[in-house]
């Protein structure tokens, strides 16, 4: 079944001279009402930061969860400094998570594992019922919710998930933890458009260019590392 993906800090500027006294004797002090630099402006917020279908709770499982797949070391940032929890979150809110490029009228028939998932149950709700039960295996194994454990003992559970040593009613907890892995890496690798891939960091690991307009100048030539280009480069100037 094709899964339907498409593939800031805030700069504060401040006068702070006349709280340390940095103003000579003898000299009026400036006014600390007026702004440090009239050219610099702050950064605007990047407001795709927002969860259009977790709930909170839910968000901070997938957060700590993506981070453990796809965790922080000394090639790059992680799946949490890169965004992959906000991409999962807005795919879920969109087709992907409706299934709405899926056939998904019945009868149902069991598949082969060759061809992936064919139940009736929405990705969506695949993610409800997995979250839900990877918090609910933490509790009842550390007596604590999944985002509160310790890295290894998060390892371990989705280790646990990963082996179906988990055993679930409703859905296949193997089959849940293969759709997380997939959807992590989709986060760290799509274009930033869609929620992930913050400052096209996870290209950079790669050395992959992203999404460029032509290689003339270096299609000739050994490989070149190029600064990586997203979609929003394409946008005629106004």
């Not at 922080?72 to 991409?87: C, I, M, R």
């Not at 690798?189 to 999404?211: A, C, F, Q």
Request: a negative charge; glycine letters at 10%; aromatic letters at 12%.
């Amino acid at each position: 079944m094709n899964s339907g993906y498409v593939l800031g800090t805030l700069a504060v500027g401040g006068v702070i001279s006349s709280l340390f006294g940095c103003a000579k004797d003898g000299e009026d002090n400036a006014d600390s009402s007026a702004p440090a630099d009239d050219n610099k402006e702050a950064a605007a917020p990047n407001y795709n930061r927002a969860l259009m279908y977790f709930t909170q709770a839910q968000f901070r499982i997938v957060e700590a969860a993506t981070e453990r797949i796809f965790p922080e070391d000394e090639s790059g940032p992680g799946a949490k400094k890169l965004g992959v929890a906000f991409f999962i979150d807005h795919q879920l809110a969109g087709d992907w998570g409706f299934n709405g490029r899926d056939y998904m009228n019945p009868p149902f028939f069991a598949g082969e594992k060759e061809q992936g998932y064919q139940g009736r149950l929405k990705r969506r709700e695949l993610f409800d019922i997995g979250l839900r039960e990877l918090d609910n295996y933490s509790q009842t194994t550390h007596g604590k919710g999944f985002a509160e454990l310790e890295p290894d003992q998060q390892d371990a559970a989705l280790k646990a998930f990963e082996t179906e040593e988990v055993k679930l009613t409703t859905i296949s907890a193997g089959s849940f933890f293969k759709m997380l892995r997939s959807a992590t890496l989709e986060g760290v690798y799509s274009d930033p458009l869609y929620g992930g891939n913050l400052n096209m960091e996870g290209w950079r690991m790669r050395n992959y260019p992203g999404s460029q307009m032509s290689y003339l100048n270096i299609i000739e030539k050994d490989f070149t590392k190029i600064e990586p280009s997203s979609l929003q480069a394409h946008l005629a100037s106004h």
